[in-house]
């Protein structure tokens, strides 16, 4: 491994990532969203929309943490697959009328941007 490589790997940051801080705001935006789902879903739809909501920004900070672009750019494809589970879980959200159609399209439309961001930095790591 050559030293620029090197000092690039270990000065990762998730923190420091676009991507991660719109999965991270995201993530708080359904936890604060959720709120207001009956209790009777508490380890149903919440449980699982909070989970694969959480995924997406933890895929990408573990991601950071591994060694090669290669395993890096796997971590963003999960994350990517998680992003896809959430936006269905929003539809079904709206659809069991548990999301209002505002916060429907607040949730789809950051998770579309996430996803996009998501795949133009898979893409890029490939190509490095």
């Excluded at 990762?12 to 709120?35: C, P, S």
Aim: glycine share 2%; hydrophobic share 40%.
């Amino acid at each position: 491994m050559e030293r620029q490589q090197f000092w690039r790997l270990i000065m990762r940051n998730f923190r420091e990532l676009k991507v991660w801080e719109k999965a991270h705001r995201l993530t708080l935006k359904v936890y604060h969203l959720t709120r207001t789902f009956p209790a009777q879903e508490q380890y149903g739809i919440t449980s699982q929309i909070r989970r694969t909501a959480v995924s997406v920004p933890t895929n990408i900070a573990e991601g950071c943490g591994h060694s090669s672009d290669v395993e890096f750019a796997r971590f963003l494809e999960i994350a990517f697959a998680a992003a896809s589970e959430l936006e269905y879980l929003a539809l079904l959200s709206k659809d069991l009328e548990l999301f209002d159609s505002t916060s429907h399209t607040q949730v789809s439309t950051e998770v579309e941007e996430v996803k996009r961001m998501l795949f133009s930095f898979i893409q890029r790591l490939r190509k490095e």
